[in-house]
């Protein structure tokens, strides 16, 4: 079992919707936890990032973490089609540099 | 232009031969990542470096070297390529928990 589980898609969605993006993972140490977003033949570009539970917002997307789940979710609103790309989930323990990366949902938005 | 940069972008080599990737930040990070990313497996880490003349290997080093001379470079040095490692390679760079990311290597090894 790998510590981190990411849906790969792709999903499809209409634009205007509300995109859901999740990750589980298997590590209690997991304190800081980081969204990526990598558009076709580009690096990785960081997103947002939480130390332990709770909400964080930036405009249209949010990252929410569940400790006590071990769930950690990327919501986008009022989706574009500039917003299709892959959502890689990343987490780290607290004092430990080497990151843990899901394997990334791949989003398509429909205009 | 402050940043991380990656060369070269695209590479063909053959089997057997020596490849060295380039990486290069501005930024003075303290700790710089090598990755491979391939259908199916995501990012996997390569070698890492805490910091010039630190480095530890990752998940998949088999087959790869690297060095830290300075803070800002960071080589990937594949000492004889296989046609299991054709790849795209990203180099990362940090000062905290998250990574900032390169543009990337299209490797193929024919």
């Known amino acids: 079992q790998k510590e981190v589980e990411q849906d790969p898609g792709p999903l499809s969605v209409p634009e205007g919707a509300i995109v859901s993006l999740n990750c589980t993972y298997s590590?209690?140490?997991?304190?800081?936890f980081m969204w990526y977003r990598q558009y076709s033949r580009k690096g990785p570009e960081l997103l947002m990032y939480t130390y332990s539970s709770g909400n964080k917002e930036d405009g249209r997307f949010t990252a929410q973490v569940d400790k006590s789940s071990k769930y950690i979710s990327l919501f986008i609103r009022d989706s574009q089609p500039s917003d299709s790309a892959t959502y890689l989930c990343?987490?780290?323990?607290?004092?430990?540099?080497?990151?843990?990366f899901g394997t990334g949902t791949k989003l398509q938005v429909i205009p | 232009d402050a940043g991380i940069t990656q060369s070269p972008r695209y590479k063909i080599t053959e089997t057997g031969r020596q490849v060295t990737l380039m990486c290069h930040q501005t930024?003075?990070?303290?700790?710089m990542f090598w990755y491979r990313q391939d259908l199916g497996h995501g990012l996997r880490l390569i070698y890492y470096?805490?910091?010039?003349?630190?480095?530890d290997k990752g998940e998949v080093s088999d087959g790869y070297v690297v060095s830290r001379s300075k803070t800002e470079n960071f080589p990937l040095t594949l000492e004889s390529a296989t046609r299991s490692q054709t790849s795209v390679y990203f180099c990362?760079?940090?000062?905290?928990?998250?990574?900032?990311f390169g543009p990337g290597t299209r490797l193929t090894v024919t």
């Open positions: 470096s805490a910091a010039a003349d630190i480095t």
């Open positions: 990343a987490m780290t323990p607290r004092g430990y540099q080497k990151v843990t």
């Open positions: 930024w003075s990070h303290s700790y």
């Open positions: 590590n209690s140490a997991f304190q800081y």
């Open positions: 990362a760079s940090s000062f905290s928990y998250e990574q900032y």
